[in-house]
């Protein structure tokens, strides 16, 4: 096994450990132990109470996370090659980053209901500023030498934006990717929370309601769990693609 590898796994039994001591306690009435958030999970899969959940909740996520990637992509590359447009557009993408989301859903529920265009646009709020910003960073330190270089070879804008721009700035733009889809997760359980309790968000909210803290965790565990798959996934992804370009990363 790979050293990263060994440190996950050792990094996961060292929490689920302390999860299940505390458990044992307990550090509180509403806080059960790793086994019984599992038994309780475990169940949830077997009846298929879970997987109808996610049913509803990845609705809004994969629809909210390919509008912010095409989207907050294609913004990002403009706002990286336009000053006009980085002064003009940038300030809205550092707002939405930086403001309260809770304090916006309300606006969101006025105008367009509770239903799956509200969801929607939490997702999109909380992703695209990070794809957005990331990638116009990205794009703005292209190494000026290389598109000087282009240039002298007659290469016309089109071709440095393709063939220099773009594959320079890739790393950095498939990383906001990631932080984005991160942050879409998080958008996702709370649009279910604060906006109407569907999907995985009712299994949350329901369970807490008639003190099942058992099933509570274990929803919020496997959102977490689904998370960390799929940005592992993610990673393989962008390690396959940038081979080349000597990178760090929070597992390594």
């Given at each position: 096994?790979?050293?990263?590898?060994?440190?996950?796994?050792?990094?996961?039994?060292?929490?689920?450990?302390?999860?299940?001591?505390?458990?044992?306690?307990?550090?509180?009435?509403?806080?059960?132990?790793?086994?019984?958030?599992?038994?309780?999970?475990?169940?949830?899969?077997?009846?298929?109470?879970?997987?109808?959940?996610?049913?509803?909740?990845?609705?809004?996520?994969?629809?909210?996370?390919?509008?912010?990637?095409?989207?907050?992509?294609?913004?990002?590359?403009?706002?990286?090659?336009s000053n006009w447009f980085d002064w003009l557009v940038s300030p809205i993408f550092i707002i939405m980053q930086?403001?309260?989301?809770?304090?916006?859903?309300?606006l969101l529920v006025m105008v367009y209901g509770i239903g799956l265009t509200s969801k929607v646009f939490v997702?999109?709020?909380?992703?695209?500023?990070?794809?957005?910003?990331?990638?116009?960073?990205?794009?703005?330190?292209?190494?000026?030498?290389?598109?000087?270089?282009?240039?002298?070879?007659?290469?016309?804008?089109?071709?440095?934006?393709?063939?220099?721009?773009?594959?320079?700035?890739?790393?950095?733009?498939?990383?906001?990717?990631?932080?984005?889809?991160?942050?879409?997760?998080?958008?996702?359980?709370?649009?279910?929370?604060?906006?109407?309790?569907?999907?995985?968000?009712?299994?949350?909210?329901?369970?807490?309601?008639?003190?099942?803290?058992?099933?509570?965790?274990?929803?919020?565990?496997?959102?977490?769990?689904?998370?960390?798959?799929?940005?592992?996934?993610?990673?393989?992804?962008?390690?396959?693609?940038?081979?080349?370009?000597?990178?760090?990363?929070?597992?390594?």
């Amino acid at each position: 096994m790979s050293r990263s590898l060994n440190l996950k796994l050792l990094s996961a039994i060292v929490v689920f450990g302390i999860w299940e001591i505390a458990g044992r306690i307990p550090i509180s009435y509403g806080f059960p132990t790793f086994f019984e958030s599992m038994v309780a999970l475990f169940s949830m899969l077997i009846d298929g109470t879970l997987l109808l959940a996610y049913m509803d909740t990845l609705r809004p996520l994969v629809v909210g996370l390919l509008i912010s990637a095409f989207l907050g992509i294609a913004l990002g590359l403009w706002i990286g090659l336009s000053n006009w447009f980085d002064w003009l557009v940038s300030p809205i993408f550092i707002i939405m980053q930086a403001a309260p989301l809770a304090a916006l859903i309300p606006l969101l529920v006025m105008v367009y209901g509770i239903g799956l265009t509200s969801k929607v646009f939490v997702v999109c709020i909380m992703a695209m500023p990070v794809i957005v910003l990331n990638t116009a960073g990205a794009v703005r330190n292209t190494p000026v030498n290389l598109k000087e270089m282009a240039a002298s070879f007659l290469g016309t804008d089109k071709d440095i934006i393709l063939r220099v721009i773009i594959p320079s700035a890739s790393p950095i733009i498939f990383s906001g990717l990631r932080l984005g889809t991160s942050a879409g997760f998080i958008g996702a359980i709370l649009a279910e929370l604060k906006i109407t309790p569907t999907g995985v968000g009712d299994i949350i909210t329901f369970s807490r309601s008639i003190a099942d803290y058992p099933s509570m965790y274990a929803a919020i565990f496997s959102i977490i769990l689904l998370a960390v798959c799929f940005l592992n996934l993610l990673e393989i992804i962008e390690r396959t693609l940038f081979r080349g370009n000597v990178r760090g990363y929070v597992s390594d």
